[in-house]
């Protein structure tokens, strides 16, 4: 097993940004509830424990609090911020409610100690801080490692146990000498290696599908999307001619999408490849239908009727592979302030249905998004594929406001393919988050040579964020508007209106829907 990081999870917004970052620095790292049994940890054998940060104090009725006993395991621990806290209540120092909450950057100071944690960093860092409460007394056998304008203890250690702990946040980017801190604590205190790679983990899934599955048969669901596309090439690269991977087209895909789909992994890849062509079943059931809500349920659950009929024409399989990821399966800690507890997709279309008596695989359960992408390269998949934009499982039925029409299908799609074009001609498209053509329902009068036209309006939205949560528009320069806005017009019939949508998230959302 690979050598690994324990961070027991305290409700801080930045507990996955941690798990993050020490993959970055090669060495694999899980996030466990905050109360996960000390004897349980000791059976993973890591080779560090974090104690994340956390919105609580440690002295609240209600303060998520370790098991104490994780302090007799002889493990390397670095606390952070509420985690440091943490250590000051367990091992004898104390923490008193600041004047005021020091939130923001900061100036570090680095004492003299031969700190482990600022090997090779100058003396003077700027660091982030948020926190409320703050250390007054060292815990006993601990010293200071580095100050603040605001903190006698803003690092301290204790070097015979290796046990650290820090008042800032190292793990965010406003940190900018945060990953050289994690860093030397996985690497020279922990004494980990530099093993976890998207090279060796290819490896090492692919051994462990072979020895889920046996002989026996796995059925995937090919969506086009990053996620599908990975998990696909991966137990292809494992178990071959035994996948057979279900592409149903809802007939609310981009344009060339099923083509694309077809070619790169029936041809490429030679993946054994199911195309279901639903479309008229979709725009059947869609017709009528204004309600956004509606429409994500009729084509969740359409897509799982014929995602079901097209697994028994594919033969009988055993297993259902799905593309999940890491954050899917962190259990969120509900701790009020705690955002990540609030993220769980309401967007999810819908699971398909344990009744289908399936055992499920899922070889990207324990990757970030991140990695997952690299994953993709690893294992020879394209760079549009690897890279590509987040889209929305209901597809343009979210981007066509009102009725999905088969005529409005098309029109998005071709307005659609214009601002991808020109985002990927002007190497944009693989720098923001998201950009897309919304068409909006209404119509307009408009002139075109001597006659006068009546039709509808397209949206464009470009946004940039980190995880979809917020979002703020893309400024796009006026050259690549006035492109897009003169080739939607001349070129997509049905269109005389192009506008730009302003609005950021919150209070607005990405999608229109
Ligand atoms: P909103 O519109 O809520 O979207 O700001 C946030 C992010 O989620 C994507 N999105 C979806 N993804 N199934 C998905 O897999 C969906 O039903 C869905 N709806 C929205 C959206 O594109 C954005 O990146």
């Given at each position: 097993?690979?050598?690994?990081?324990?961070?027991?999870?305290?409700?801080?917004?930045?507990?996955?940004?941690?798990?993050?970052?020490?993959?970055?620095?090669?060495?694999?790292?899980?996030?466990?509830?905050?109360?996960?049994?000390?004897?349980?940890?000791?059976?993973?054998?890591?080779?560090?424990?974090?104690?994340?940060?956390?919105?609580?104090?440690?002295?609240?009725?209600?303060?998520?609090?370790?098991?104490?006993?994780?302090?007799?395991?002889?493990?390397?621990?670095?606390g952070?911020?509420?985690?440091l806290q943490?250590m000051a209540k367990y091992l004898n120092g104390k923490v008193e409610?600041?004047?005021?909450?020091?939130?923001?950057?900061?100036?570090?100071?680095?004492k003299?100690s031969?700190c482990?944690?600022?090997?090779?960093?100058?003396?003077?860092?700027?660091?982030?801080?948020?926190?409320?409460?703050k250390l007054t007394k060292l815990p006993t056998g601990f010293k200071t490692a580095a100050i603040?304008?605001?903190s006698k203890f803003a690092a301290i250690e204790n070097n015979k146990s290796?046990y650290y702990g820090l008042q800032?946040?190292?793990?965010?980017?406003?940190?900018?000498?945060?990953?050289?801190?994690?860093?030397?604590?996985?690497?020279?205190?922990?004494?980990?290696?530099?093993?976890?790679?998207?090279?060796?983990?290819?490896?090492?899934?692919?051994?462990?599908?072979?020895?889920?599955?046996?002989?026996?048969?796995?059925?995937?669901?090919?969506?086009?999307?990053?996620?599908?596309?990975?998990?696909?090439?991966?137990?292809?690269?494992?178990?071959?001619?035994?996948?057979?991977?279900?592409?149903?087209?809802?007939?609310?895909?981009?344009?060339?999408?099923?083509?694309?789909?077809?070619?790169?992994?029936?041809?490429?890849?030679?993946?054994?490849?199911?195309?279901?062509?639903?479309?008229?079943?979709?725009?059947?059931?869609?017709?009528?239908?204004?309600?956004?809500?509606?429409?994500?349920?009729?084509?969740?659950?359409?897509?799982?009727?014929?995602?079901?009929?097209?697994?028994?024409?594919?033969?009988?399989?055993?297993?259902?592979?799905?593309?999940?990821?890491?954050?899917?399966?962190?259990?969120?800690?509900?701790?009020?302030?705690?955002?990540?507890?609030?993220?769980?997709?309401?967007?999810?279309?819908?699971?398909?249905?344990?009744?289908?008596?399936?055992?499920?695989?899922?070889?990207?359960?324990?990757?970030?998004?991140?990695?997952?992408?690299?994953?993709?390269?690893?294992?020879?998949?394209?760079?549009?594929?690897?890279?590509?934009?987040?889209?929305?499982?209901?597809?343009?039925?979210?981007?066509?406001?009102?009725?999905?029409?088969?005529?409005?299908?098309?029109?998005?799609?071709?307005?659609?393919?214009?601002?991808?074009?020109?985002?990927?001609?002007?190497?944009?498209?693989?720098?923001?988050?998201?950009?897309?053509?919304?068409?909006?329902?209404?119509?307009?009068?408009?002139?075109?040579?001597?006659?006068?036209?009546?039709?509808?309006?397209?949206?464009?939205?470009?946004?940039?964020?980190?995880?979809?949560?917020?979002?703020?528009?893309?400024?796009?320069?006026?050259?690549?508007?006035?492109?897009?806005?003169?080739?939607?017009?001349?070129?997509?019939?049905?269109?005389?209106?192009?506008?730009?949508?302003?609005?950021?998230?919150?209070?607005?959302?990405?999608?229109?829907?």
């Amino acid at each position: 097993m690979n050598e690994q990081v324990v961070i027991l999870d305290f409700g801080s917004q930045y507990t996955q940004v941690i798990a993050r970052r020490i993959r970055e620095c090669k060495v694999y790292s899980i996030i466990l509830h905050y109360n996960t049994p000390a004897s349980e940890i000791s059976k993973i054998n890591p080779k560090g424990i974090i104690l994340s940060g956390g919105p609580s104090s440690v002295y609240s009725r209600k303060a998520p609090l370790p098991d104490k006993e994780i302090f007799k395991l002889g493990i390397p621990i670095l606390g952070i911020c509420f985690g440091l806290q943490l250590m000051a209540k367990y091992l004898n120092g104390k923490v008193e409610k600041g004047q005021k909450r020091e939130y923001g950057k900061g100036l570090l100071t680095i004492k003299k100690s031969n700190c482990l944690l600022f090997a090779g960093l100058p003396s003077k860092l700027q660091v982030w801080n948020s926190h409320g409460d703050k250390l007054t007394k060292l815990p006993t056998g601990f010293k200071t490692a580095a100050i603040t304008e605001n903190s006698k203890f803003a690092a301290i250690e204790n070097n015979k146990s290796k046990y650290y702990g820090l008042q800032f946040h190292p793990e965010v980017v406003h940190t900018p000498k945060g990953k050289k801190i994690i860093s030397n604590f996985v690497h020279k205190i922990c004494k980990c290696g530099r093993k976890w790679t998207m090279r060796n983990y290819v490896d090492q899934a692919i051994e462990e599908i072979r020895e889920q599955v046996g002989k026996e048969k796995v059925i995937l669901g090919l969506s086009g999307g990053v996620d599908s596309s990975v998990a696909a090439a991966l137990i292809h690269k494992a178990i071959g001619k035994q996948l057979t991977c279900i592409f149903v087209n809802n007939g609310v895909l981009r344009a060339k999408e099923a083509d694309a789909v077809k070619k790169l992994f029936g041809k490429t890849f030679k993946i054994k490849l199911h195309y279901e062509d639903a479309t008229a079943l979709f725009l059947r059931k869609l017709r009528n239908v204004t309600d956004p809500e509606t429409k994500r349920k009729i084509i969740g659950n359409t897509f799982i009727d014929v995602f079901q009929k097209a697994t028994r024409k594919a033969g009988k399989a055993k297993f259902l592979a799905q593309g999940t990821l890491y954050p899917d399966v962190i259990e969120s800690i509900p701790i009020a302030g705690n955002p990540a507890a609030l993220i769980k997709s309401h967007h999810n279309v819908g699971g398909l249905p344990e009744k289908m008596n399936f055992k499920l695989i899922e070889p990207l359960r324990c990757l970030f998004k991140d990695e997952v992408r690299q994953l993709g390269t690893e294992l020879g998949l394209p760079k549009e594929v690897v890279m590509r934009q987040p889209f929305p499982g209901p597809g343009l039925a979210v981007r066509i406001l009102g009725e999905v029409t088969s005529e409005r299908c098309e029109i998005l799609r071709n307005a659609d393919s214009i601002v991808v074009e020109e985002m990927k001609s002007n190497n944009l498209y693989y720098k923001i988050w998201q950009s897309f053509a919304v068409l909006l329902p209404v119509k307009s009068v408009g002139v075109m040579g001597d006659e006068r036209t009546y039709e509808y309006t397209i949206a464009i939205r470009a946004v940039e964020s980190k995880d979809g949560m917020t979002a703020d528009w893309v400024k796009l320069p006026y050259k690549i508007l006035e492109t897009l806005s003169t080739r939607i017009i001349n070129e997509v019939k049905g269109v005389n209106r192009v506008c730009m949508d302003i609005s950021s998230k919150p209070p607005a959302t990405i999608e229109w829907e």
